[in-house]
């Protein structure tokens, strides 16, 4: 089974970063080639005229989804290139190694590629004072590599095996023509993030995994009621969820229901500013009831008594043991999280029952109402993807390495090896190396996501978009200010975050637009 596209990715959150990562891998192909700035090609490079011998360092993020599966699509593409050696470093602090090293050039950086996340790669594009590498900028130009070579193994290339919405948000427009739009950075992980929740426990209590936001408000009573109807058992705490490193996770809700209220393309202008006049805070492109209406849901949730309220001082690793094990006091039915779940907590709690799954997003109550009915409006899931990014320094010594280890990482013998050590998918657009039998043998967590990513549409965020957020510096969460749901959980209303949030853009907008110049 496959999907035709990885759909449409709604960008949401959490902006453009770089990413931390895999690879795709082995068999012959034929790709060599320039990806500099200006330099076109009209097809496959001749993998012949390639320098495929050498050395890469690849530094990668070593959270949620781990290294060993890039250790192990490296070993793989050795395997098929004996003259090539790769090194994985594994960094806990990737966007400040990032910012540390970039810089340097290659006679004080050795390092060939980053897999990362959160990382404001357009800064490293765009600003000027990094001429010295050359007139793009500090990244290798990736614009021709995804137009013309093929994956590794297959006769795909590579710009049709990656999500073309995805790319698209992850594009930047170039510096003397912004009608062209390069590509610097590609997605290395994503799959949908949401509700997991606990089947053993929803089969006990007798309840379904909820269509709209109201039937969850819904689904919240009854646990309430059936722990009152069974003193005899250990309570049922409806959610349990991070708050000292993970309040993000709520966004991966919030996100989905905001898209699903304004319209696919009016919450993208969010995050792109982009229609007609795009610098006029006063535009709905900025202040979008979508958002608020997102947040009253949330807002029902973290203040009432469906959540443990300890959550506010655990840590994800803390609320994962519990969410899998229970405490003292309760078992727990759902928790914000990521695709990397089961392979993170498996690191925590050593073996997870096999009774975890990822919901899909209940849909907005209120976008029912406004949409007349519960078909017309879309599923979506929100995605990390356009946060997990992979990027090359433009100084590199092992470009062609590089993009034929990149090449081997998105093919479906690197995509095989990505979801055999993480038990998550690479952002590609079919997942036909799944065999029927591979599939049947997958968790049911597993078996949740592939159906989720091949059903539904993505949301994810673009942070780096627009210049008013990569050199204005307009934020995603007001200085000062804490997320939404970490204001609403300390007492705040949904309706006065969400007023605040607009009053600081509103305030301090010509500021953002003398910081980018415009």
């Keep these: 089974g496959g999907k035709q596209t990885l759909k449409k990715i709604v960008s949401l959150l959490l902006c453009f970063v770089m990413a931390c990562g895999m690879c795709a891998c082995g068999g012959p192909h034929p790709n060599s080639g320039n990806s500099g700035g200006g330099d076109s090609l009209s097809g496959p490079p001749d993998k012949s005229e390639l320098d495929l011998s050498g050395k890469l360092i690849i530094k990668s993020m070593n959270k949620g989804y781990g290294t060993s599966a890039l250790e192990a699509i490296a070993d793989a593409y050795m395997k098929e290139n004996q003259e090539a050696t790769i090194q994985i470093k594994p960094e806990g602090d990737i966007p400040s190694v990032v910012a540390n090293e970039l810089g340097l050039g290659a006679d004080k950086n050795d390092t060939d590629i980053y897999f990362g996340a959160s990382i404001n790669f357009a800064e490293y594009y765009m600003d000027m004072m990094m001429n010295k590498f050359g007139a793009s900028s500090l990244l290798l130009d990736l614009t021709d590599f995804m137009a013309n070579w093929l994956t590794y193994d297959e006769q795909n290339k590579m710009g049709e095996i990656i999500d073309a919405g995805l790319i698209s948000m992850l594009s930047i427009a170039d510096k003397e023509d912004d009608s062209i739009q390069r590509i610097f950075s590609l997605p290395w992980a994503g799959g949908a993030c949401g509700l997991v929740y606990n089947a053993d426990i929803f089969a006990e209590v007798g309840v379904e995994p909820p269509e709209t936001t109201d039937e969850l408000l819904a689904l919240m009573d009854e646990f309430i009621k059936y722990n009152a109807s069974h003193p005899d058992k250990t309570p049922i705490m409806p959610i349990i969820y991070a708050g000292a490193n993970a309040m993000a996770y709520w966004q991966y809700l919030t996100y989905v229901w905001w898209a699903q209220y304004e319209g696919y393309d009016q919450f993208m202008k969010y995050w792109t500013l982009t229609d007609g ?210 204001m609403m959980m300390e007492g705040k209303s949904a309706q006065t975050v969400w007023e605040e949030y607009n009053a600081f853009f509103k305030s301090g907008w010509n500021g953002f637009l003398d910081n980018a110049g415009i």
Excluded: C
């Design 277 to 486: 006049d795009p610098f006029d805070p006063n535009k709905d492109y900025i202040v979008q009831e979508g958002q608020l209406e997102a947040m009253k849901v949330s807002e029902k949730l973290i203040r009432g008594e469906y959540v443990y309220k300890a959550s506010e001082g655990l840590t994800d690793e803390i609320a994962e043991k519990y969410f899998i094990k229970g405490d003292d006091a309760y078992r727990f039915a759902m928790m914000p999280n990521g695709d990397w779940f089961e392979n993170e907590a498996k690191s925590y709690v050593g073996e997870v029952p096999d009774s975890f799954k990822m919901m899909k997003t209940p849909k907005l109550s209120s976008a029912v109402t406004k949409y007349k009915g519960v078909n017309n409006v879309p599923d979506y899931a929100y995605t990390l993807a356009s946060t997990h990014n992979v990027f090359i320094p433009s100084y590199t010594r092992e470009k062609d390495l590089a993009l034929d280890f990149l090449s081997f990482y998105y093919s479906e013998t690197g995509a095989k090896i990505f979801y055999e050590h993480t038990g998550a998918f690479l952002p590609r657009t079919n997942y036909d190396y799944l065999s029927t039998a591979d599939r049947n043998k997958m968790t049911k967590f597993k078996q949740s996501e592939l159906e989720l990513i091949e059903t539904v549409d993505f949301v994810f965020t673009a942070e780096y978009k627009s210049p008013v957020r990569y050199f204005g510096g307009l934020p995603i969460i007001p200085d000062g200010k804490a997320t939404p749901e970490k």
